[in-house]
Every structure is written in C-alpha cells, then in structure tokens.
C-alpha cells in the first residue's frame, strides 16, 4: 500500500526504560510492538487547601460548548481516521487505542516527545479519534503547545475563547463555566489554543492542574493532552504532574535514543506509560 507523503504510521513500542538503557546514541528505527506495562499514578501539582476545596468538592463544572463542522473539501493530512478510515495507519491508532486502555485506562493522556517534529500533534489527535470513535466513550483533546498551537488549523475553526486564556481567568475563578468546541461528526470536544492571540511563553502549572481537575469532573472518560516537547522547556513536567499517563511519540530515523533518555530523564518514568513510532 502506497504511503502519502507526511503521513505517519504509528506503532505502540516497548516500555520506556527499555530504550532509555540504550547506551549508543542511535536513531530510533524500529522497535517491539510490546505494550507498556506501568502502573498509572495520580498526582496534582501542589495547590493551596483553599483552592483544593474548590476544586474537588466542586459540582460537574458547567461546559459551553460551540457546534463546529469539518468543511467538506479535503481534510487535514494529519486526521488520519478522518482521510481514510480503513487504512492501515488507522488500525494502528486502533491498536494504540486497545493497547493504553489495557494498561490501566488513564483518565488525563499526556502526548509528547522529546523534540519537535516527531509526530506527537498527530498521535494525540488520532489517539483521541480513535477513544472517540462511534461514540463509544467521551472524549476532550486539549491544547497545551503555546507556542506552536496547531488544533484550530487542523480542525479548521477560530476558538470562540482560547484555552490558555482560560487558564488564567479559571486560575482565579475555577467556578467559571469552561469554553469548548462540539465537532459532531467526530464525538469530540476541543480545547484548543487561539493561533491569532499573542504567544504564552510560559504553562501556568498550578492553572493547568486546577483545569484538570475541573475537567475530570465533567464527565470525560479520556482527556488526551496535545504537550509541547520535553527538551528545552520544563512545561511538560508541570502537566505530567497533572496526569495520569505520559506517551511519546518518537518518529523514524529521526529521533535519538539519547533525546529519549534525557527526556525520560527529565520527568521521571512514574507515569510513561510507553512510545509510539511513526513513519
């Protein structure tokens, strides 16, 4: 089957700490498709006691959501169950799907890599098709890349309240109703970044964790986190702690075994719960 241009193919791979006692610093090329078998943790970044009281004695929180609809020319190259849903790429994200539900079924993913460009935008989108597929659970893609935000292009919408922006108004007032987009066809929610806004340099972490936490609550059997990469930025640290899995998207004969081990490294193997190639 011809491959299109750009299109990964992913792979569930071993578990963390096999690659990370790799001792060359070699690129990753092909790996056992073994599933992870590390137990999840729960933990929050560290809040005050009056902000836990709010927050987890806290009601469901309530959810505005704006109905959006794929446009009806050609998809982003990177929906990959959207394009082509019977493709071998797509029984992947499948696999990917059945392989993290049975190692312990993690409420709050967190997706990322450790440098840029290793596919880690297109595993968390098709990662969160493919929990969403057919309805068959209730599923939130969030968006955490402040730099580099690419879920309102790819899904082709215009935030009507930007994600970091409610960061930081619920930081202060986590009652506050939550801002989401409603994409029907796909039985998804979006929280995405607005790409037009002036750039966050920096994750507020205790905002994050507050929003995690309220959003555990409003009924999501899975929130797949859309992370910047590991290198060079402690943002992933900060949701890692506010999580219950990490994956890592790793691509082909471009990522490094010795990225990876500083990555893993840097946030600790508590919650990795394995990597993902794509080619």
Sequence with gaps: MARRGGAPLPLVTQ???QLADDPA???VDSALATAANIAFGKKTIAMSAQQKEVVLGAHAPEIGLTQHHLPDDEPDRRLELVLDPDSERAAAFR???HHLLEVGQPQAVVVTSPQAGDGKTTTAINLALA????GRAKVLLVETHLRRPQLANVFRFVPPWCFAEQLAAHRHQPMMPWSLIEIPQLWLHVAAINPRIEKTQLLDGPAF????ERLRLAGYEHIVVDAPPVLG???VNLLADAADAVVFALRARHSTTRDLRRAV???GTAKVAGTVLVQ
């Design 15 to 17: 578990p963390m700490a």
């Design 25 to 27: 610093d070699t690129r």
């Design 95 to 97: 696999v990917l799907r």
């Design 131 to 134: 929990l969403a597929e057919c």
């Design 209 to 212: 964790a507050i929003a995690m």
């Design 233 to 235: 930025s402690a943002d």
């Design 265 to 267: 490294d840097q946030i």
